[in-house]
């Protein structure tokens, strides 16, 4: 991993505030930093110029795990990540996973996402301290991917507790324990998967992991172990990130009554507000590319096979793409000309499968929460945050919920 002129990477992950960290960094190197052979990109057009670049590529991750882990569950799900596949392999797989995941499946959950969330609400108390993470915005996104990929009430829990500690690996700096949790974790993660998906192939049923083995044809395969890679990550990345988005943008939104105000009397779209969200607080803080053919950015020339790491982070408060950028200003999105889409979900052939998802779930979670208790706040200011390397949420967002509507 590279270190900048002022600070290195496993600071980013000590940090409550990474944000001064990179802002100094880039206040001191521009918008691309040249560590010697690897780069660090800050800047939200450089990084978008690496990203849609054709000759970008993410496969040297995969081969990092494949020499890191023992054979088994956890190497097998690592170098076959959909996010960690280059073409050909990357364009078959994500072709059939745009088969399966439509952005009409994704529509047709809207009813489903406002039921539990009424459901949930509907269980806290008015005036008691209630954990926002854990108790709400952890399962929301939790109850939505095991209901579209067809999961079983029976293995959820375990099946989140698993993915939880095999996305670990996902991070930078890992602990033995950490990877050895992560390693017998696969394991039973995808011994639970593998029954799951011979039960749809004997019976398939209206739901995701049905349609991903339909969608196979005769050109088209997926190998058992890429099949079941991407169950496990379209599991993880469906809960985790989400509920880091609400939860991370809430710290942002609570102590600001204003803002409240004008979306409950809908001058200010909770749409805007979920855009500032992902650029304020976005959950994926960095993630690793390579070329395959030489690339100018920002004055600077990179060679094939030099490591990049694009900090979406930095990207999303870039002065030069945004006004007043370390402003939490849902407003923002409702001016002309509107401010670049932030790198919060990547772009080019790696763009989120699931972005719509998240947007319409953070949405109805933020439009319900909202209308059903205007009077809520933060009970605790003093908020701690987790950094992973790659991922940063709060760990616990205390609120009162105070008297319903
Ligand atoms: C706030 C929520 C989310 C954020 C911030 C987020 C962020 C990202 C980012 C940055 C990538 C690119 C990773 C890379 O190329 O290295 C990505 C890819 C991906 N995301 Fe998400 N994601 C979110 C929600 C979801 C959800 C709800 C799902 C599934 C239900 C999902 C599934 C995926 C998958 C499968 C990929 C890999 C796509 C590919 O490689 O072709 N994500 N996401």
Not at 64 to 83: K, S, T, V, W, Y
Not at 101 to 106: G, Q, S, Y
Not at 144 to 165: A, F, N
Not at 286 to 293: D, F, H, N, P, S
């Amino acid at each position: 991993m590279p270190e900048t002129a002022g600070f290195q990477l496993g600071d980013l992950k000590n940090s409550q505030d990474p944000y001064a960290i990179l802002e100094a960094a880039r206040a001191k190197s521009g918008a691309v930093f040249d560590a010697g052979g690897s780069w660090l990109i800050f800047g939200h057009a450089e990084g978008t110029e690496v990203l849609r670049n054709s000759s970008t590529r993410s496969g040297f991750i995969a081969d990092g795990f494949r020499r890191r882990l023992p054979a088994g569950a956890a190497q097998d799900e690592m170098a076959h990540r959909i996010n960690f596949l280059d073409p050909p392999d990357h364009t078959r797989v994500r072709r059939l996973v745009g088969k399966a995941f439509t952005p009409r499946l994704t529509a047709s959950l809207r009813p489903f996402v406002e039921t539990i969330v009424r459901d949930l609400l509907a269980k806290f108390p008015e005036d008691e301290p209630v954990d926002f993470v854990h108790d709400f915005a952890h399962e929301v996104p939790s109850l939505v991917i095991s209901e579209l990929l067809g999961v079983p009430v029976r293995d959820r829990d375990r099946l989140t507790q698993l993915s939880d500690q095999v996305s670990r690996l996902l991070g930078t700096d890992n602990t033995e324990d950490e990877m050895s949790n992560a390693i017998v974790g696969a394991e039973e993660m995808h011994e639970t998967l593998r029954a799951l998906l011979a039960e749809r192939r004997a019976q398939p049923k209206d739901d995701l992991l049905s349609a991903l083995l339909a969608a196979e044809d005769e050109r088209e395969k997926l190998s058992e172990t890429e099949l079941l890679s991407l169950a496990a990550t379209l599991y993880s990345a469906g809960h985790r990130t989400t509920r880091d988005l609400f939860s991370n943008g809430l710290t942002a939104l609570l102590p600001r009554p204003d803002f409240i105000a004008a979306i409950q009397g809908g001058e200010l779209p909770v749409a805007a507000v979920v855009e500032e969200f992902l650029r304020y607080e976005t959950p994926t803080h960095m993630i690793g590319r390579m070329l395959t053919e030489p690339l100018e950015v920002g004055g600077h020339k990179i060679e094939p096979g030099q490591y990049i790491g694009v900090l979406l982070a930095a990207a999303n408060r870039d002065p030069e793409a945004y006004d007043r950028p370390n402003d939490f200003d849902p407003w923002r999105w409702t001016r002309k000309p509107e401010p670049p889409a932030p790198l919060s979900f990547a772009l080019g052939a790696h763009f989120c499968v699931g972005a719509s998802l998240a947007r319409l779930e953070v949405g109805v979670m933020l439009e319900i929460l909202l209308q059903t208790f205007p009077k809520i706040r933060l009970h605790d200011a003093a908020l701690s945050w987790h950094h992973t390397g790659v991922f940063r949420g709060v760990d616990s967002l205390p609120v009162i919920l105070g008297p319903r509507s």
